[in-house]
């Protein structure tokens, strides 16, 4: 498939600065007419103009007025090309269109009884001819049409500034949008909704009116995302000092959606999942989703919206940045420590493999084929990562200077990563020429660190080196500034003074191969605690004994550090395990330590405890593996949970009990219902040593749960217990809440996770289940996606979870292609596993890669995955 290539921007000849849309929104045929205003940008005349344009119909075609011959313009499959244009013309169109054959969720579709759009990244040419690329900002005016019965409300970017009856049952709705904006951040709605309204009231005194559009019966379940919109819009005016523009924000959720949600101008639209919420059917992991995704896509409205991107190659610009934006709002509504910690597990669980495979590609790709496989955690996750580098190095005074002057310089236009890099450089007057290499280079760093304490000189000289990886097309990699937060530990537990100033933490910028600090007047021996809040998206290499880590995890005030201490621990002893599956584990001393200091500290914050008392997670430990060993992994986390659960059994029982209470909202319940969850998951991984069934306790607490986190922990605990049998359970659980397509997501996900001897079968009866829909992606991803982390099936050795996989996807394929590509990616991985996997998971690409009619976007993963 061919390459676009960042090298290759070209302004544009033409801006279209003004557009009005006609549309008669019809399920099968909806016909949308089109005026653009073009300008000509230089004097000198231009051969043609290329309009997008995928899948529409031609019925009309006129230029300032005038309809126009079959010789000024040529249509093709991908768009419409004008012939010798004038300096400045109006053209219109008219197209045909078909929302309901539009399975793949992009442009116009028509799902669920309701009309929605979605335009990111090229939706827009879905819908009409346009020149569908971010740089091309343009006034939108909407005319909505449809039938009063089915589509009650009618909703586009904007004011709606006039609305009226048509012909019998038909009515319209005319919006405008006063900010110039990207096809991309266009969107329309037509549906039977009901709208949860409030209001904020600026810090500069002006109204917005707040309205979320769901499902009359969905109305109660709305309050979570309200408020946490009300929470995000304050904090960004406290924070960046950021209002809101228009006098409407408008939300829409809906359960067909490619992705989580979607920062329209004024009218964002949402996956269900980021929306609805009530204690009975959400967890307390779903409320704190919405919390972010809200916060998120509000965000965009400047970092995105406001300021948009010239090309789909700064994507992270608007989202590297908006993430680090949520995540620091997030980090200011719960707790920062905790928020730390789930950021850099989702970090290291979906990018640090993503970078280290042949998907990865710098945080500013050079060149893709299709842009929509580069929502990536490499873009979203890592950019927020170098955003946060350039926070720490700035510190928050002169990162909100930058991004003052950010906004200030380029509101209305549409701008790269390097305007952001040299607007932060101008406030601060500084120069940030090494720290540019991030952005261009792809791979994670590794840091290697070495300290030696003198006693006699009582100097703690600690020398630090960084290599990265070579990655696909990147052989050579230059070193990048990595700034290393840091601080020294004695043995009483406290942090030494660091410098005459007395500074008891410091960041060290690593930015050349090697070098060396060294920090004097230290009279007793030390520990580094090193990286500390993860400072930066690196490896580390630290090589602190047992005793070291389990005396860092009980006293280091970093509450990532202690996290990542005790995680080591744990690794270590997994890593162990794994060289001796099935045997009886060795439970490592220090880690027992580390674990009881945090089950004995009563006073420490229960989420937190429970972040401390948490294994790494399969994936994680395999990643540390130079061969994956997908059976001994799963085997030795299972023996060492078991283990954990016996040694502390009366801990945990205890916990449990005392844990319990009445559901509320708050962070510390959360906390609470967290740790209890945790300490019922260790006492039925303890049954593999006793006597007694703790699964029913799990039964229980199933069946007594008011509220969905309760419920589902131990749902989940009994459906994925290897031996337990849970069809009653299942069949209770479906009952109860099949009306609620978001409790049922679950219902298929935590059956398609359970590593049982059938689970196979199993799955591919999920398939053909009454409820599976194909058309859905929440629903194919609650099965497919499940699958593909339920390691040892989707690895077992015989090849059987590919090949089924593979057959899925081939069939998704043609429904869904932005759904499939992201599905097949695990399959990328194939280099990291032993050679009979390594054989069945390259079949299983070459079967996609004969797929006829294969997807732009499989093509190119596939392309990459397997060159
Ligand atoms: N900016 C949004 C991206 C998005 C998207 C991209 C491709 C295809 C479908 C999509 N739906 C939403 C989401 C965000 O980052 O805020
Ligand atoms: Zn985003």
């Not at 099965?783 to 998704?812: K, M």
Request: glycine content about 6%.
């Amino acid at each position: 498939t061919p390459l676009i290539h960042r090298s290759d921007y070209q302004p544009l000849a033409y801006r279209i600065t003004e557009i009005a849309l006609d549309v008669h929104l019809d399920p099968e045929n909806t016909e949308v007419s089109a005026r653009l205003h073009f300008l000509r940008q230089n004097p000198e005349p231009v051969k043609e103009i290329h309009l997008d344009g995928e899948g529409l119909e031609l019925l009309e075609i006129r230029r300032d007025g005038q309809l126009l011959s079959e010789n000024s313009y040529v249509v093709n499959g991908a768009g419409l090309t004008l012939l010798n244009p004038e300096a400045d013309f109006v053209l219109e169109t008219r197209v045909r269109i078909h929302p309901a054959a539009n399975s793949a969720l992009s442009g116009l579709y028509h799902a669920g009884g309701q009309f929605l759009t979605q335009c990111e990244a090229e939706g827009f040419r879905r819908i009409t001819y346009y020149q569908d690329r971010p740089d091309c900002l343009a006034k939108f005016t909407v005319t909505l049409h449809g039938p009063k019965d089915t589509c009650p409300v009618l909703l586009a970017n904007g004011n709606c500034v006039a609305q009226g009856e048509d012909a019998q049952g038909f009515h319209w709705a005319r919006w405008e949008d006063p900010y110039p904006k990207p096809a991309y951040l266009f969107a329309m709605v037509g549906g039977d909704l009901a709208a949860m309204r409030d209001t904020f009231t600026t810090q500069s005194g002006r109204q917005v009116a707040l309205e979320i559009y769901v499902a009359e019966r969905d109305l109660g379940a709305c309050s979570q995302a309200m408020e946490s919109l009300k929470r995000a819009m304050r904090w960004d005016e406290e924070v960046y000092g950021r209002e809101y523009d228009l006098d409407r924000y408008m939300i829409v959720a809906t359960d067909s959606f490619n992705m989580g949600a979607m920062e329209n101008k004024g009218l964002n639209i949402f996956n269900s999942k980021y929306v609805l919420a009530s204690p009975e059917t959400a967890t307390d992991t779903d409320y704190q989703g919405i919390e972010s995704v809200i916060a998120h896509e509000y965000f965009h409205n400047w970092t995105g919206n406001r300021v948009t991107l010239r090309d789909w190659f700064q994507l992270s610009l608007k989202e590297g940045l908006t993430v680090f934006r949520d995540q620091e709002f997030s980090a200011d509504m719960n707790s920062r420590g905790v928020q730390r910690i789930g950021d850099v597990r989702r970090l290291r669980a979906a990018q640090f493999p993503e970078d280290a495979g042949p998907l990865a590609h710098p945080v500013r790709p050079d060149a893709y084929s299709e842009i929509n496989n580069f929502y990536t955690a490499t873009v979203y996750e890592k950019g927020a990562e170098l955003v946060r580098m350039l926070h720490t190095l700035l510190g928050k005074e002169g990162f909100r200077r930058g991004t003052d002057l950010y906004f200030e310089r380029h509101d209305g236009h549409a701008v790269t990563i390097e305007d952001f890099v040299e607007a932060l450089e101008d406030a601060n007057h500084t120069d940030l020429s090494r720290f540019r290499t991030w952005y261009a280079q792809a791979g994670t760093p590794l840091v290697k660190a070495q300290g030696v304490y003198d006693p006699k000189a009582h100097t703690y000289t600690l020398t630090l080196s960084q290599s990265t990886p070579a990655t696909p097309g990147q052989a050579h990699k230059e070193p990048v500034p990595i700034p290393v937060r840091m601080a020294l530990i004695n043995t009483q537990g406290e942090k030494t003074a660091l410098d005459s100033r007395g500074d008891r933490e410091k960041v060290l910028v690593l930015e050349e191969a090697t070098q060396t600090w060294t920090f004097t007047e230290q009279p007793d021996p030390v520990i580094p605690s090193l990286l500390r809040g993860f400072s930066a998206p690196v490896r580390l290499e630290n090589p602190l004994d047992d005793q070291s880590r389990s005396f860092l995890a009980c006293v280091d005030d970093d509450p990532f550090n202690r996290w990542e201490s005790t995680q080591e621990l744990a690794l270590q002893a997994l890593l162990a395990g794994t060289q001796n599956p099935g045997t009886v584990q060795h439970f490592p001393d220090a880690l027992e330590r580390a674990l009881a200091a945090t089950l004995q500290d009563g006073a420490m914050d229960p989420a937190f405890r429970a972040e401390l008392l948490s294994l790494p997670s399969e994936d994680y430990v395999g990643e540390q593996m130079a061969v994956i060993a997908v059976d001994a992994i799963h085997q030795a986390r299972d023996a060492l949970l078991s283990q954990i659960g016996h040694h502390f059994h009366d801990t945990w029982l205890n916990l449990y009990h005392d844990l319990a209470g009445a559901y509320a909202r708050d962070g510390l319940s959360i906390g609470r219902r967290r740790l209890r969850n945790m300490a019922l998951s260790y006492l039925v991984y303890s049954d593999r040593h006793r006597e007694d069934d703790m699964t029913l306790h799990a039964r229980q607490q199933y069946v007594q749960a008011d509220n969905m986190t309760d419920r589902l922990a131990a749902f989940q605990l009994l459906v994925q217990h290897p031996l337990h049998d849970a069809e009653d359970i299942l069949m209770d659980f479906y009952q109860k809440w099949q009306d609620y397509p978001l409790v049922i997501d679950k219902w298929f996900a935590i059956q398609a996770m359970a590593p049982r001897a059938d689970a196979l079968r199993h799955v591919q009866h999920l398939l053909v289940h009454s409820a599976f829909d194909w058309k859905v992606p929440n629903r194919v991803r609650a099965v497919l996606g499940a699958f593909t982390v339920n390691h040892t099936v989707f690895h077992a050795a015989d090849g059987s979870g590919y090949a089924f996989f593979a057959e899925q996807i081939r069939r998704l394929d043609d429904i869904n292609p932005q759904t499939a590509a992201r599905l097949a990616t695990p399959l990328s991985r194939w280099q990291r596993y032993d050679e009979v996997r390594q054989k069945a998971m390259i079949q299983a690409l070459q079967l996609l890669a004969a797929k006829p009619h294969l997807s732009r976007d499989l093509a190119e993963v596939i392309q990459r995955a397997y060159p």
